[in-house]
């Protein structure tokens, strides 16, 4: 009913930036809270930032100052702006959305299927 797809991760040297992008399609009414979270080889997957549907915005502490969540509310799509990458932010990244559907009216939570984002020292 509701697909989550990301874009724009790949290798990136230290220093570098990338831009995520994530665009929800399907039976949607509105999508709430969207949000990117990472997970690292051995590690549990962690919350990155989040932006509600009205721009409000959470990050994690590693990434203060380093990244910047966005998102077009037309579009259904978030971004992630992530500058002066690190090579412990090496991980799957990963879409989240928690959407309202136009079937049901009933608030779901979706994911995307993941991007890799690899920083090299």
């Known amino acids: 009913q509701v697909q989550l797809v990301e874009s724009g991760g790949g290798l990136v040297q230290a220093g570098g930036s990338l831009r995520l992008s994530c665009a929800a399609s399907?039976?949607?009414?509105?999508?709430?809270?969207m949000g990117w979270y990472r997970q690292a080889p051995g590690k549990q997957r962690e919350l990155v930032a989040t932006?509600?549907?009205?721009?409000?915005?959470n990050y994690a502490d590693s990434v203060k100052g380093r990244f910047t969540i966005s998102r077009d509310n037309a579009k259904n799509t978030v971004y992630l702006q992530m500058n002066s990458l690190k090579p412990e932010d090496t991980a799957a990244y990963y879409c989240?959305?928690?959407?309202?559907?136009?079937?049901?009216?009933?608030?779901?939570?979706?994911w995307g299927q993941g991007t890799q984002v690899t920083v090299s020292s």
């Open positions: 989240n959305g928690i959407v309202v559907l136009t079937t049901t009216l009933s608030k779901d939570d979706y």
């Open positions: 932006i509600t549907s009205g721009g409000s915005t």
């Open positions: 399907g039976s949607i009414f509105s999508v709430n809270r």
